[in-house]
């Protein structure tokens, strides 16, 4: 199928969508052939290899975990916190997961074959998986990529996977694979870029059904959210990298009520509902909401790819931040806010198209000007379409959001989401902010075009050193001592 809105925006499990959430859905898609194979019942062993930046960094992004958590058949956009909290205490426990939720095997994590100096052809997120019978004869065998964003893609599928994606578009009204695309659509139809990308989603869904799902997509950003302000004390991990987001609500509120107690009842009283919206904290309000985010991703919670899991707090604060700071919100109906919620997540989903076609969404390959990057981009075109740009303001928005994104890399500290992660989403929504308002300010004319800009990012992510992309071998990951 050809790349929609519902694959840059979907549901799933911290703290990575490449290493956590990609991982899982190959795991799955493994142990469902499996059992469909009708092989389950000969299985006697089970080995998985991970490759590259998996093998690297995967304990600190919850991928052999999340390997475990796919192979009993668990998929990440439905599995819940408490669920995977409780898989993994069992398999921990009894040493044994049941494969495809059926077949007891004796295996976890310490039993994963780790290759993080082997980079397979295709991509560096590389997994094999393999079962055998009693005899130690192989039933069956398969690799697959984590390719950024929870894609996977399948080993020796790849060009079929690809004409699939071509043959899709066909069936698409307004195709585009470029910025160039995009606007001459725009100018020939007289549609906006949210128009442009709903037409397109419509040739797979209904409108209302469409509408429903990006409602709910916000619905679990806020979620996410709200369960962040509700944790305290320290990130797992080992970095002992502190919670902030419960104080900074905190404090946003007794500034707000001028330095009076806002009559917050404990963490029960860190309602987003209930806050005071005092237009001068705006900028503490956007930091929040990207902290809250990527502190709850780094905790395995339920979060929304926006692309990524890594970049999953810069969407949800700047549509925060249109939703409640934009010029005329305030007097906003409900269905007024319904209305910016899905013409802002359809115009960033556009722009997000543009990334995964043309260039990469994955750390692991164009370090993380490929994920904060993109969503900065994607969160500028989304609030610069919403505060009434035209589509030229839109793609200038998107394009300068990028270009000081250009060469930003992967470096996590202890190969965890956290340092500089966390805080990088925060001033990535800033970046965005500001794009759209620039752009706003202009008449959509300028010099470096949108897709010139994604070409160079992905340029310059083949450049980038391996150490730089996800792999925790250089940069913050080793010029920083953990303690």
């Known amino acids: 199928m050809a790349v929609g809105v519902f694959d840059l925006f979907s549901i799933g499990i911290g703290p990575s969508s490449s290493h956590t959430v990609g991982p899982m859905r190959a795991a799955a898609v493994f142990a469902e052939e499996l059992k ?3 092989l389950l019942a000969q299985v006697a062993s089970l080995r998985v290899d991970l490759y590259g930046s998996l093998a690297a960094t995967g304990h600190g992004h919850g991928t052999m975990t999340a390997i475990l958590l796919g192979l009993e058949g668990f998929h990440p956009e439905l599995i819940l916190p408490e669920e995977v909290e409780e898989r993994l205490a069992a398999i921990a426990e009894t040493g044994t997961l049941n494969l495809a ?9 310490q039993d994963m074959v780790l ?4 980079v397979l052809p295709r991509h560096t997120n590389g997994m094999t998986f393999t079962v055998s019978d009693a005899e130690g004869n192989v039933l069956h065998t398969a690799t697959f990529f984590s390719v950024g964003g929870g894609f996977i893609v399948r080993e020796g599928e790849e060009d079929a996977a690809q004409q699939e994606l071509e043959e899709s578009k066909k069936e698409l009204p307004l195709p585009f694979r470029t910025a160039a695309e995009l606007l001459e659509h725009c100018r020939d139809t007289g ?7 709903l037409l397109n989603e419509k040739s797979s869904r209904d409108e209302e059904e469409i509408r ?4 709910h997509i916000w619905s679990v950003m806020e979620a996410c959210v709200q369960t962040s302000l509700q944790r305290e004390g320290v990130l797992p991990g080992g970095l002992k990298v502190r919670r902030r987001a419960p104080d900074w609500f905190d404090r946003i509120q007794k500034e707000s009520a001028n330095g009076e107690d806002p009559d917050q009842d404990g963490d029960q009283g860190r309602e987003l509902g209930r806050a005071s919206y005092d237009p001068r904290y705006w900028q503490e309000w956007v930091n929040l909401v990207a902290l809250a985010v990527n502190e709850e991703n780094a905790s395995g919670g339920r979060v929304v790819t926006a692309p990524t899991n890594g970049a999953a707090g810069i969407i949800p604060a700047v549509l925060f931040y249109a939703l409640h700071f934009a010029p005329g919100m305030e007097s906003a109906t409900q269905e007024d806010r319904d209305g910016v919620v899905v013409k802002f997540l359809l115009a960033a989903g556009a722009v997000g198209v543009l990334y995964k076609e043309q260039a990469s969404i994955s750390g692991a390959e164009v370090g993380c000007q490929g994920e904060v990057g993109s969503a900065s981009s994607m969160a500028a075109a989304g609030l610069a379409e919403v505060m009434g740009g035209t589509p030229a303001q839109v793609e200038n928005a998107a394009e300068i959001a990028m270009e000081h994104n250009l060469g930003l890399t992967c470096d996590p500290i202890g190969g965890l989401v956290q340092v500089p992660c966390i805080e990088r989403n925060a001033i990535a929504a800033a970046k965005a902010i500001n794009a759209a308002k620039m752009a706003l300010w202009g008449d959509g ?4 075009s949108l897709d010139e800009v994604i070409i160079t990012m992905r340029e310059t992510g083949k450049d980038m050193s391996d150490k730089y992309k996800e792999t925790a071998m250089g940069g913050l990951a080793v010029n920083v001592v953990e303690c």
């Open 36 to 38: 469909a194979s009708g």
């Open 101 to 109: 939720g059926a077949v007891p095997l004796p295996y976890g994590v």
């Open 115 to 118: 290759r993080p100096l082997t």
């Open 191 to 197: 549609l906006g870029i949210s128009d442009i990308m």
């Open 212 to 215: 429903a799902g990006l409602l």
């Open 445 to 448: 004319t300028h010099r470096v």
